[in-house]
């Protein structure tokens, strides 16, 4: 089994500093997003890929640990690394670093469950496209 990753990269805009010219914490949730869309396009597992098949994927969990300041100018790589899980859930986990030098600027976990599109209610069980995705990939 591998470890299956996508990293972006994002360049800090005006309008997402406050007046210290330190990115607004909020914003870091967007740039999560944003690596797992191009995770999920990297590898099949979009948000198109998971409605045509039924489903929704609301996020029920994020966790951010912020180590450094990202300032106005500066790059942003972020990594989001898929997280295999026996529950009916989308994991994972995400390491944010100034480009520049490296630099941990922070560390994030999300959690996503299945909803049925028809009726909004939970899934219990992993559904048979994640199951096909995960043989695909070796995780079954």
């Given at each position: 089994m591998?470890?299956?990753?996508?990293?972006?990269?994002?360049?800090?805009?005006?309008?997402?500093?406050d007046s210290l010219r330190i990115v607004w914490h909020g914003h870091y949730v967007k740039y999560l997003e944003e690596a797992r869309e191009a995770?999920?396009?990297r590898y099949g597992l979009g948000y198109c890929d998971v409605e045509k098949a039924g489903?929704?994927?609301?996020?029920?969990?994020?966790?951010?640990?912020?180590?450094?300041?990202l300032r106005y100018s500066d790059t942003a790589l972020v990594e989001a690394v898929?997280?295999?899980s026996a529950a009916a859930k989308?994991?994972?986990d995400y390491v944010?670093?100034?480009?520049s030098t490296g630099e941990m600027i922070a560390t994030a976990r999300t959690v996503q469950v299945f909803?049925?599109?028809?009726?909004?209610?939970?899934s219990?069980?992993?559904?048979?496209f994640v199951l096909e995705w995960k043989k695909k990939y070796n995780y079954i």
């Open positions: 591998s470890k299956l990753s996508e990293s972006i990269e994002i360049a800090i805009r005006f309008s997402e500093v995770f999920g396009r489903f929704a994927t609301p996020i029920v969990k994020i966790d951010i640990d912020y180590k450094r300041q898929y997280v295999d989308l994991i994972f944010i670093r100034l480009k909803l049925f599109l028809d009726s909004r209610e939970l219990l069980n992993i559904p048979d």
